[in-house]
């Protein structure tokens, strides 16, 4: 695997030690996996691992053990849940080994006023996953949203000019990158840049600097640490015209010499959209381009939307019970579909496990998911594999059995 490559060395090394252990099977198993997945940026000391006995019952197999050949399996995280949770921490301990700070990371987060970085709550989440033994995937560098609006401003309060706004995005690249060097191995380099049609998002970004800003930015990124890996992240790239604007960027960015290691598929999908012909598509079209894969931020809507309005944040007042028709439950027939979508959406990815390198389900457990305040807030969604109680739901032994099947 490209982002994790390994180490021969160690391999044998930590597979003697494995061996030798005395520890408990559902113990071993973990060590094995973490054997498998990060040689290279850790170095694993078993001692280190929790108990896996105190925090999951033995006979939940580890999304992460069951998967630990294909692809390594991540979930996004918030400082408050690994705080004030420790069931949901012990969860994601045992079936994740990879974490993605869902806000912790974003420009707003770190640097809200002008001068004054703020990495109290990233280091939290960089602590916890070097404590578990985790990787982390920075997210995000450059995005159009969730930046405070100083950063677009000069001193004078006027709209910042394509040499300052530059300037700030390089210093806040190096800035995150020293900060990570060592620590966070992969980067969201940009987030969202592109229009279903495959346009340049008219964000400012791109109007105050131009198409070229995306290439400024992997490049400084690239210069700030060679050995992070440098990740174009996205949703909507199953749509032809997104990808065919992804497959071109690649080759821009190589052509002038930056590296692009891989593509992010956010992949935050509904029960019948997108297709999986069309998501097979964008694999082999930017495996082809010569990227890795990543499915960056995997969950699936189970509930009803009007008409025509995906895509943007509804206020409270679209709330409608209409809307939000599970509050008491999940039906049985519904639970069963969110199942057989996970299922085939595993499924592809299975096949596809040479172009895929990772895949994050965005949200450990149905309560933490954006899901219930997107794009209206207030509802009780159910997108991730993990109910309210943490408890796996069917969906989770569907996908399971997709490898435990001979
Ligand atoms: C997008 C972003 C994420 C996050 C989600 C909602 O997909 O890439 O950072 O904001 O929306 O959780």
Redesign the pocket.
């Known amino acids: 695997m490209l982002l994790f490559a390994s180490s021969p060395y160690w391999m044998r090394k930590l597979c003697l030690q494995e061996r030798n252990s005395s520890y408990s099977h559902a113990r071993s198993r973990r060590g094995w996996v973490c054997t498998r997945l990060w040689l290279s940026t850790l170095l694993i000391s078993f001692r280190g691992i929790p108990a896996d006995k105190e925090t999951q019952p033995a006979h939940i197999p580890s999304l992460a053990a069951v998967f630990a050949n294909d692809f390594v399996i991540g979930t996004a995280v918030s400082t408050r849940m690994l705080a004030q949770d420790p069931e949901t921490r012990h969860l994601l301990t045992w079936h994740f080994r990879c974490l993605t700070p869902?806000n912790e990371a974003k420009w707003n987060a770190v640097n809200r006023k002008e001068g004054h970085y703020d990495f109290s709550r990233l280091n939290k989440i960089i602590e916890f996953a070097q404590q578990y033994k985790l990787a982390i995937i920075g997210?995000?560098l450059i995005w159009h949203a969730q930046v405070p609006s100083w950063v677009f401003t000069d001193q004078k309060g006027k709209p910042a000019s394509r040499a300052l706004l530059l300037q700030r995005m390089r210093r806040h690249i190096a800035t995150m990158l020293k900060h990570t060097h060592g620590k966070i191995n992969a980067w969201d380099v940009v987030?969202?840049a592109f229009l279903a049609n495959g346009r340049f998002r008219q964000s400012l970004w791109f109007k105050r600097i131009g198409p070229d800003y995306i290439e400024h930015a992997f490049r400084a990124a690239m210069e700030a640490d060679p050995d992070c890996k440098l990740i174009y992240?996205d949703?909507g790239l199953y749509k032809k015209q997104k990808r065919q604007a992804v497959v071109k960027l690649i080759s821009r960015l190589r052509a002038q010499g930056i590296r692009i290691d891989a593509v992010g598929m956010?992949m935050?999908c509904s029960l019948n959209h997108p297709r999986v012909e069309e998501i097979e598509q964008s694999i082999l079209a930017f495996a082809n381009a010569g990227v890795k894969v990543h499915i960056s931020?995997l969950d699936i809507d189970v509930l009803p939307l009007p008409r025509g309005i995906w895509g943007g944040m509804l206020d409270k007042r679209q709330y409608t019970p209409a809307l939000d028709p599970y509050r008491n439950g999940l039906p049985e027939h519904v639970a069963t579909k969110l199942a057989q979508r996970y299922k085939k959406l595993f499924a592809l990815f299975l096949k596809h496990r040479d172009k895929i390198e990772r895949l994050t389900i965005?949200g450990v457990t149905d309560r933490y998911s954006?899901k219930n305040n997107?794009p209206i807030s207030g509802r009780i969604n159910y997108p991730t594999l993990f109910d309210r109680n943490g408890t796996p739901k069917d969906a989770f032994y569907e996908v399971i059995r997709l490898k435990k099947r001979p």
Do not use: A, D, S
Request: hydrophobic fraction near 30%; avoid cysteine.
């Open positions: 869902e997210h995000v987030n969202e992240n949703y956010q935050h931020e965005w954006w997107f």
